[in-house]
């Protein structure tokens, strides 16, 4: 059973900090490109962040573009992603997302953790 299992979200205020988790389980982490989407009320859903399966590459859509961190722990099969001086354009449900190397056409999706940035 293939899972993605996103936590860490919840309410900062405008210039503050979070730090995101996925946790994975069903699959060969080590395997698998690790991405963070997200997707705000009424809008389509959005590249964050990149890593590659190695973790020897990342790469950032240009809003969190030096605000935001993607990293990831092959060991304990976890991606994070660390953002800093949010906005509150970057209030939005994150996703984290799982592309194996070998058949990028494959997917997966956990349920998304919310990301209010608010004062």
């Known amino acids: 059973q293939v899972q993605l299992v996103e936590s860490g979200g919840g309410l900062v205020q405008p210039g503050g900090s979070l730090r995101l988790s996925c946790a994975a389980s069903g699959f060969t982490f080590s395997a698998f490109a690790m991405s963070w989407y997200r997707q705000a009320p009424g809008k389509e859903r959005e590249l964050v962040a990149t890593?590659?399966?190695?973790?020897?590459?990342?790469n950032y859509a240009d809003p969190g573009k030096g605000r935001f961190t993607i990293s990831r722990d092959n060991a304990k099969k976890t991606v994070y992603l660390q953002m800093n001086r949010l906005k509150p354009e970057d209030t939005a449900v994150y996703y984290c997302?799982?592309?194996?190397?070998?058949?990028?056409?494959?997917?997966?999706w956990g349920q998304g953790t919310q990301v209010t940035v608010s004062s």
């Open positions: 997302s799982a592309r194996n190397g070998f058949k990028p056409s494959i997917q997966y």
């Open positions: 890593i590659t399966s190695t973790g020897g590459s990342a």
